[in-house]
């Protein structure tokens, strides 16, 4: 690897920390010896260069030394602060597993959930790729960088995707969403415990509900479940995979004529109603998830 992608590696990593601490990151260049940008909190900001030369890669504050946001920065690129985490937030574990779901918020398109393996290392390589919250990212950059993570040496990742025919029939079984996604996390745990044998897991709090291994894994792991667990990096590269998969079920929709949109929007509901009005109620079953209040305005 050439002296300036190893430069365009760090100012990447230098903007995600950033990014994930509240910092605003601005006026972005490239320039002849050095990639450079601004980063900003309230009022205050200061300049971030990396340069690229003979002597390899470096590091360059602008700002006054004395200053509270030149000794934030300043700490956080030398790796000695956690990402964006709360006071009453766990350390970042070296080594565990990130779980994380897409598409229970869509009327159209399947629920997906991944769980991805990580440690240190494969922790750093994930940060220089920009890894972070799915919901920040568009989805053109969701699938780029989801190509990546899977290619990462040492990195295990599980996903599971449950079909709209499959999720209204597991719907009717379990009768709670919550008790679905706690299925599907679950097994996608399971699955990545029986890969690895990490015992340590991160899951986002997506209900009041506790999440409960399965009875096969029952004693033998310990699950965190944490809101916003996104800036944690497992459970960041765990959404992007999730969302990717969901992304292809859509694309593969498209490629047979059927243009269908993500959310629950008025454009959504007249999407539905045109299919019914073609194909017939029955047609939704693989196509909806029809516990939806959604359902309603369309039947």
Not at 8 to 27: D, H, M, P, Y
Not at 128 to 146: C, G, P, R, T, W
Not at 166 to 171: I, M, P
Request: glycine share 6%; hydrophobic share 35%.
């Amino acid at each position: 690897m050439d002296v300036v992608s190893q430069a365009e590696i760090k100012f990447i990593e230098i903007k995600s920390l950033l990014s994930q601490n509240g910092f605003r990151v601005i006026n972005e260049k490239k320039l002849q010896y050095n990639f450079e940008c601004e980063a900003k909190k309230a009022a205050d900001k200061i300049k971030i260069q990396v340069y690229f030369g003979k002597n390899g890669v470096k590091v360059v504050l602008q700002g006054n030394p004395e200053s509270k946001i030149y000794d934030e920065v300043n700490t956080l690129i030398s790796g000695d602060l956690k990402l964006n985490f709360g006071k009453d937030d766990p350390a970042e574990p070296d080594e565990y597993i990130g779980t994380d779901e897409s598409g229970k918020g869509d009327y159209f398109g399947p629920l997906v959930t991944s769980a991805v393996y990580i440690n240190r290392q494969i922790k750093t390589e994930l940060l220089q790729m920009n890894v972070k919250d799915s919901k920040e990212l568009y989805d053109s950059q969701i699938d780029f960088i989801a190509e990546r993570i899977k290619k990462v040496k040492g990195l295990v990742y599980e996903t599971i995707l449950i079909t709209p025919q499959k999720y209204n029939s597991l719907y009717e079984k379990f009768g709670n969403l919550n008790k679905l996604l706690n299925w599907a996390h679950s097994k996608c745990i399971e699955n990545l415990f029986e890969k690895t044998g990490c015992d340590s897991v991160i899951s986002d709090k997506f209900s009041k509900e506790v999440l409960q291994a399965s009875i096969k894994l029952s004693g033998k792991i310990h699950i965190t479940q944490i809101h916003k667990a996104e800036k944690y990096t497992a459970v960041a590269a765990a959404s992007i995979l999730a969302r990717n998969e969901f992304n292809k079920w859509f694309e593969q929709k498209k490629s047979i004529g059927l243009d269908l949109q993500k959310g629950a929007s008025d454009l959504v509901i007249k999407i539905a109603r045109e299919i019914v009005e073609k194909h017939g109620k029955n047609s939704l079953n693989e196509l909806v998830k029809l516990h939806f209040k959604t359902s309603q305005k369309i039947f």
